[in-house]
């Protein structure tokens, strides 16, 4: 480590001598996710920054049922306490006829572990003459009915759990409102459509921001292509007027469903899934990834994170759309699990299946033999370093911290892989000591990836 220092001191002093030429970005204890460029001054070497695609796993879900069919969509899957919910628009196309075979209806299904899933038998409204099935509503808005469990503080009982979504009765087209208190059981909140300017014709949602400490929501609409809005609202039934997402510095595309949220670790970052449409190509769909510090401002990545090679059936007309939901399954506390849908229009019925994250895992700043990433001015509150990283055999990740007043400190390497390393340096830790104050992170890299940081009260 003294070789080390010595081979980097003289650029380290340069840098040393330059954090104070930049406004400090607070940071505070908040953790810190490479998912856009906000805190990177320069990557050096063979340092890259890439997003990360999920690594596929089990199939979930098989629409096989009378109500469900080939054509099944719109996928809201969350957790409340020990059990997950799902629910879903259950519709069939007839290819051959060109027509649907059956009303759209909304259904619903549950599990205890993420996996396996049961559709049970509401008895709510019937289907061909019985009431044996998992349909959950079968009013305004089938065709996209999007819930979440409301987390807002002062929200109601009878509201614990809302939705919104699409519909046009005598002919006032826009997005509803609805409540539940067991999500089972739903109601209109109110009588009119409360979101009125959008096309509304996928997957609209909305959800309670514990930053914003504001209902958000995220819907469709044309800017000559696809594209998505946003509005906000205190009482989920006023809101704000609608705009379009911004990303700067990238192309506009065709984007369908946007599976919008707080990053759950990092709330402060929304996360999205939006799904570009290609209607040059046989109008398939793709996944794809973006993030936002001020919710409506976006780091759209182009790559696809579910390519079309996933398994399976995945290059057909919109046969591959990301889900709205991000959850950690038991005994999985390291990564997280979500669904993408494959076989739409292909077969008899359709398919949901389970892909994994790395926590913090859907960008990766890597280095291969001597890679650097050099942070922009920080200020943090904390008494220690905590490091998300995957350190191949015979790798590392040396930290170093630049001061204002001059004075660099060299982490000892670390190895491994954790998604909580504890940077340890070799003597007396500087990280309470200069807390509150201008610095810079340098982090140096050879045969590891780095997904986050975050500066805390010492364990």
């Not at 380290?12 to 970005?25: F, G, N, Y």
């Not at 570009?276 to 780091?299: A, N």
């Amino acid at each position: 480590m003294q070789r080390l220092f010595l081979l980097l001191s003289p650029l380290m002093i340069v840098l040393s001598l330059t954090v104070s030429a930049q406004e400090p970005i607070e940071i505070g204890n908040r953790r810190e996710l490479f998912v856009d460029d906000f805190l990177i001054e320069s990557l050096e070497g063979d340092a890259k920054q890439t997003v990360q695609q999920p690594t596929p796993q089990e199939v979930v879900l098989v629409t096989d049922k009378p109500w469900e069919g080939n054509t099944c969509a719109y996928y809201s899957i969350f957790q409340d306490s020990d059990l997950y919910r799902m629910y879903y628009r259950g519709s069939h196309w007839d290819t051959d006829k060109k027509k649907a075979t059956h009303p759209e209806v909304v259904c619903y299904a549950e599990s205890t572990d993420g996996i396996n899933w049961k559709k049970p038998e509401l008895g709510l409204f019937e289907f061909d003459g019985s009431k044996a099935n998992n349909i959950v509503w079968d009013g305004i808005g089938t065709h996209c009915f999007t819930p979440f469990l409301d987390t807002n503080p002062d929200s109601p009982p009878a509201a614990k759990y809302k939705a919104i979504s699409r519909g046009r009765p005598l002919g006032k087209k826009g997005l509803y409102v609805f409540q539940s208190a067991d999500a089972i059981h739903w109601s209109l909140m109110h009588d009119e459509p409360v979101i009125t300017q959008g096309a509304f014709d996928s997957q609209n949602l909305a959800f309670w921001d514990p930053e914003l400490k504001k209902y958000r929501c995220y819907f469709r609409d044309f800017r000559k292509i696809r594209d998505i809005k946003w509005c906000v609202s205190d009482d989920f039934i006023n809101w704000t007027e609608p705009a379009f997402l911004e990303y700067p510095n990238q192309p506009l595309e065709h984007l369908y469903t946007n599976a919008i949220r707080n990053d759950p670790r990092a709330p402060h970052i929304m996360i999205g899934f939006p799904t570009r449409y290609l209607p040059k190509e046989g109008q398939r769909v793709e996944p794809t990834f973006m993030s936002s510090r001020d919710g409506y401002t976006f780091h759209r990545w182009l790559e696809p994170v579910v390519p079309e090679s996933a398994p399976e059936d995945r290059t057909g007309n919109r046969s591959n759309y990301m889900t709205w939901g991000l959850l950690e399954l038991p005994d999985k506390p390291q990564e997280w699990s979500v669904y993408a849908t494959e076989a739409y229009y292909t077969g008899p019925d359709s398919r949901v299946r389970r892909f994994t994250y790395r926590k913090d895992g859907y960008v990766a700043i890597t280095g291969e033999q001597k890679g650097t990433l050099a942070t922009k001015s920080l200020s943090y509150d904390g008494s220690e370093l905590s490091l998300n990283a995957n350190v191949a055999k015979g790798g590392r990740v040396v930290v170093e911290m630049l001061t204002e007043s001059g004075p660099v400190w060299v982490s000892d390497p670390i190895t491994g892989d954790n998604l909580d390393h504890t940077v340890n340096w070799p003597s007396k830790s500087p990280i309470q000591k200069y807390s509150g104050q201008p610095i810079q992170l340098r982090f140096h890299l050879k045969d590891a990836a780095l997904y986050s940081f975050k500066f805390q009260t010492e364990k």
